[in-house]
Every structure is written in C-alpha cells, then in structure tokens.
C-alpha cells in the first residue's frame, strides 16, 4: 500500500485516527489520564497539529481512507513557527486541558534533545488500531527515509512505547537518549544516520 502527501484537509480524519493510535501510548496516558476523555482530547490535539504544523509543509504522508500518517518536518523547518504556534494553540489548549502542566516540560525537554545539524523530524507515526501489525507503517517511513539519504540527512524520532525501539532499530535508528522526567514514562530519541 502506497502513502500520499498528506493536505490540511486530511486533518479532520487524521486527527481521530491518530487519536485512537496513540490512547494506548504511555506518555500520552501520563499526560491524560482520564480514560473517559483521552480519545476526545486527542482527536482535537492532533486534528490541530495535523492542520496548522505538519501538513502544511508538504512532507507528512497519509495512507488511503487515512487508516494511518506519518507527520514529519524537513531540514530547515523551524519546529516552532511563529503562524502554526499561534493557529495550533487552540487546539492544544483545548486538547491537552489540565494536562497542559504535566506536557510542557516534557515538550521542552524533546525539543532540547533534538540533533543539532538539520535532520528530518519523524513527529507521529501512527495506525488505526484495527490495521495495526500489517506492516503498514513501512509505507509510511520508506518515502522520507528514501530521500533523507538521497539528501545525506540524519532522521529523528521519539517513542514513548519501548516495543517500538526494536521496530525503528529495523529502519536505521539507534537510541542516542533517553528523556524521563520525575514521574514520566521514559522516552527514546532514536536517531538514524543516512545510508
């Protein structure tokens, strides 16, 4: 199965579909941890990500009937852009809530240990709960992975699930840090040389 660039206007789809991939995700538990609410939360948290930071750009990748995306952020992007930061944080607010206080310093944190030469930025990787295991999420990576080393650039992620450390060690990434803070669940910032 092929991916195609995702648009804002895959935002209203992604953004429940990502929701229902990552409620299972020990960070995003740690930072929402109403079960009653997390789904809700989320949907709106990354339908306004989706929307205002990723797909704008033009290197975020959907599969068909939005069963799964990558959201990704090129070389050169500031991950913080002055327009999207103001869009977004609605959604954010309205997304995270409460949780907003346990989020920030995490956040900060992640944004601290990014590589510091230009890289490519593998923000969300995630698949509809039903079509997970069918190794979908290949189609996903192997577009930006193909021109990262076309363009001698290093790729960066974030996994807050350790199962899926193993998963991306397949891909060319190798642990280079591990974020825990206080209480948090611990975080691993893979990182993968071009090829």
């Known amino acids: 199965m092929s991916a195609d660039v995702a648009t804002p206007a895959d935002a209203r789809e992604l953004g429940p579909m990502l929701a ?3 409620d299972a995700d020990p960070m995003f ?4 941890p109403s079960d009653a609410s997390r789904v809700r939360q989320l949907t709106t948290f990354f339908g306004g990500v989706a929307r205002h930071v990723f797909t704008p750009i033009g290197a ?3 599969l068909p009937n939005h069963g799964g995306a990558a959201l990704w952020l090129p070389p050169g992007v500031a991950q913080t852009r002055f327009v ?9 607010a309205l997304g995270l809530g ?9 956040f900060t944190e992640m944004e601290r240990a990014h590589p510091k030469e230009p890289h490519f930025y593998l923000a969300v ?41 193993a998963y991306y060690r397949r891909f060319g990434f190798d ?10 669940p611990p975080l691993w910032c893979m990182t993968r040389t071009p090829r």
């Open 29 to 32: 538990r740690f930072i929402l």
């Open 98 to 106: 409460t949780g907003i206080a346990r989020a920030l310093p995490l």
């Open 60 to 62: 975020s990748v959907r």
């Open 175 to 184: 642990v280079t840090r591990e974020v825990r803070l206080k209480d948090t």
């Open 84 to 92: 999207s930061s103001i869009l977004v944080a609605p959604s954010i």
């Open 20 to 22: 229902r991939a990552f």
């Open 125 to 165: 990787l995630g698949i509809d709960p039903p079509l997970q295991g069918k190794g979908l999420s290949k189609s996903l990576l192997a577009p930006t992975l193909a021109r990262a080393d076309a363009d001698r650039k290093l790729a960066y992620l974030e996994t807050a699930k350790e199962s899926n450390v």
